[in-house]
């Protein structure tokens, strides 16, 4: 079962255009305009082993919330669309990952219901170019989206980058272990019978 999902998103804020594989190897081809989100995303596919293709243009001459915004939208539709009826998934997925100072925890349950939880100190105001209030937007998109359950917990640190780095890693890892078939589950993980 190809578990792959493709997106185009046309506004007149945004043009966006996503391939996802959640059974890939880490394979990537980024270019949002926006470097330090791509090198997030970098992260995203690396530590998932998940394959991402994305070509973003926004109205950046504006700023960059359309295009941050739009892409976590992009890719929670891409997510939940892969994963189609969420059948013999893991589910739940859980990391907790350093980096240097910075200790960030992130949950995941892929229960087709959205909710985000962030416990984030106050961060720079940017990272380089990167205006760091849009973590928080890309990630309430991104939940929406994908029907993903999302608690980001940062424990402690002092540099913004380290921060959201560990962040994007953390996640990364956890909705790699969330998407993982589990052959021995038949049908959703859920009492309910559906998710």
């Known amino acids: 079962m190809s578990r792959t999902a493709s997106i185009t998103r046309k506004t007149k804020e945004t043009q966006i255009t996503l391939k996802l594989d959640l059974d890939g190897s880490g394979q990537y081809r ?50 939940s ?37 962030y416990n984030v100190p106050e961060l720079s105001e940017r990272v380089g170019e990167f205006e760091t209030q849009l973590i928080r937007e890309f990630f309430g998109a991104f939940s929406i989206k994908a029907g993903v359950t999302l608690h980001i917990n940062v424990h402690y640190g002092d540099n913004s980058h380290h921060i959201i780095e560990a962040i994007f890693k953390a996640w990364a890892r956890a909705m790699r272990q969330a998407c993982e078939i589990e052959s021995e589950t038949e049908g959703v993980p859920s009492t309910k019978g559906v998710l």
């Open 81 to 117: 669309k892969a994963l189609g009826m969420r059948e013999s998934i893991r589910r739940y997925g859980q990391q907790l990952i350093p980096m240097d100072e910075a200790l960030a925890w992130v949950a995941v349950d892929l229960s087709n219901r959205p909710f985000l939880v």
């Open 30 to 79: 980024l270019n949002t305009s926006v470097g330090f989100l791509d090198h997030m995303l970098t992260l995203l596919a690396a530590h998932g082993r998940f394959d991402l293709e994305l070509e973003a243009e926004g109205d950046l001459w504006v700023d960059q919330h359309h295009t941050v915004e739009d892409i976590g939208i992009c890719l929670g539709q891409a997510f």
